[in-house]
């Protein structure tokens, strides 16, 4: 029950919790204007293909709820936001549900309402790979993401922050499962050490969920009315870690997220090298403050920002985006060049 309830106070805190100062990095990021471009807008293709299917748009609905029978109807609203947009989507945690089969009804409604689109399953990366295998089962899912949350849970009153041994799980994961698992983290971001840690134990697709969006510190904190200023700025922004993940040149595919908010941020991603752009907090403020239709229309108005900024730049297709040039400036240049990453290299490309 106590896991339920969490659930629904996630909700209600992380809508009350505004994005902190440390931001995620994208306005450090510009995508060079292109006044030559000669593209029409009917002409660009936002299209992608990921886990065998083809997406409308490259962007997914991320790892929001589900496990409480109030969850129920968002987890369909999103569905359906994801079935008529063409974007991919992913269910909260699915722990609640392996404990407690009355709610499994709250995931399985969004398989139920987008039966051919690309749908996730969520659960812990100490999860054992019979608990996954329910997991995917449950919803018919392409794949898995598995949360790595360690801050979330050395905040939470009943957190268990054991996540020793987690490299050997994770690889005993990947070795037992014949579906995708997708490491993610929930907002403290990947570095490059972190990427290759997962790399070398068998993971493919990464999402590099960094700082600068929802926070799950301040939200275990609120939980408890308490205060953890200090610790709140913990984590690594968003950018940051994707063009260190990207400097490897590992063949992994990356999924931004982590404070994107705007079609520029989801432009900026997917220029940079990402394969999709998801956000989370975004699209349940806009359901829970709208409606499911206001949902609909704003999936529908970032994917047209996002066709807008091809045009200025060039792009007729989401593999031209990845060669226009990108100027990486501040403390995001900052970070990157200390750590070794070749920035300029972004601005030299060519498209
Ligand atoms: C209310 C809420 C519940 C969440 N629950 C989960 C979860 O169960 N599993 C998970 O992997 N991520 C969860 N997340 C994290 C998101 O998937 C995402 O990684 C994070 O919110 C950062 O993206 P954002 O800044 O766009 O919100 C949750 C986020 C929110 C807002």
Redesign the pocket.
């Known amino acids: 029950m106590k896991r339920q309830e969490r659930k629904l106070e996630?909700?209600k805190f992380?809508l009350e919790i505004e994005?902190r100062i440390r931001h995620s990095g994208f306005s450090d990021i510009s995508l060079v204007h292109r006044s030559t471009s000669g593209i029409k807008p009917s002409q660009v293709d936002l299209s992608v293909q990921f886990l065998g299917k083809r997406l409308e748009a490259p962007i997914m609905i991320?790892?929001?709820?589900g496990g409480h029978p109030n969850t129920l109807e968002i987890n369909r609203a999103l569905a359906v936001a994801a079935r008529k947009t063409g974007v991919a989507m992913?269910v909260?945690?699915q722990k609640a549900a392996l404990e407690d089969s009355r709610v499994r009804e709250t995931y399985i409604v969004a398989r139920e309402e987008n039966p051919e689109g690309i749908l996730l399953a969520?659960l812990s990366a100490t999860c054992t790979p019979v608990e996954a295998v329910q997991a995917v089962e449950m919803i018919n899912a392409d794949g898995i993401?598995v949360?790595f949350?360690v801050p979330q849970e050395l905040f939470m009153d009943e957190g268990d922050p054991d996540f020793g041994m987690i490299l050997p799980r994770i690889r005993e994961l990947v070795e037992n499962v014949n579906f995708p698992v997708i490491a993610?983290?929930?907002?403290f971001g990947m570095s490059g050490e972190t990427i290759l840690d997962l790399y070398r134990s068998g993971v493919k697709i990464m999402?590099v969920?960094g700082s600068?969006?929802?926070n799950?510190i301040s939200i275990e904190s609120a939980r408890r009315g308490q205060s953890n200023e200090e610790f709140e700025d913990w984590g690594i922004p968003t950018a940051v870690c994707l063009f260190e993940g990207l400097e490897l040149g590992l063949p992994v595919d990356f999924i931004a997220?982590?404070?994107?908010r705007t079609a520029l941020d989801i432009a900026r991603s997917l220029a940079a090298g990402a394969r999709l752009a998801?956000?989370?907090?975004?699209f349940?403020k806009v359901l829970v403050q709208g409606s499911p239709q206001s949902l609909v229309d704003y999936i529908e108005q970032l994917k047209q920002g996002l066709a807008r900024y091809m045009v200025m730049t060039g792009a007729r297709c989401i593999g031209d985006l990845t060669r226009v040039p990108l100027v990486i400036t501040g403390s995001t240049a900052e970070w990157l060049i200390r750590r070794g990453v070749d920035v300029n290299a972004y601005a030299r490309r060519q498209k």
């Open positions: 996630h909700l992380s994005d991320n790892a929001i709820t992913a909260g945690s969520n993401q949360h949350n993610k983290e929930v907002g999402d969920g600068g969006g929802t799950f997220s982590g404070g994107l998801a956000m989370a907090r975004p349940l």
